[in-house]
């Protein structure tokens, strides 16, 4: 699967300046997804909250398995 599609949508997110999703290689050699974000100027935003946007809006199969936490865009 791409991350194109899921991380367009991430960055549909009100408090996300910027995000990206990119696969992780874990255990038994499969790729998730990992998103990482930053955020706009004056918002806050949890490590949760990008990857449950992504699922509700595309789906389980897109949804990020890990996060980063958001860093402020100052």
């Known amino acids: 699967m791409h991350t194109t599609e899921p ?3 991430l960055n549909t997110h009100p408090a996300v300046r910027h995000g990206a999703l990119y696969g992780v290689r874990g255990d038994g050699g499969h790729e998730r997804f ?10 806050t935003v949890t490590a949760d909250e990008p990857r449950a ?20 865009c100052h």
């Open 7 to 9: 991380e367009d949508f």
């Open 34 to 43: 990992h998103a990482t974000a930053v955020t706009a100027p004056g918002a």
């Open 53 to 72: 946007w992504v699922r509700q809006g595309r789906g389980r199969c897109t949804n990020p398995t890990t996060s980063t936490s958001p860093t402020p």
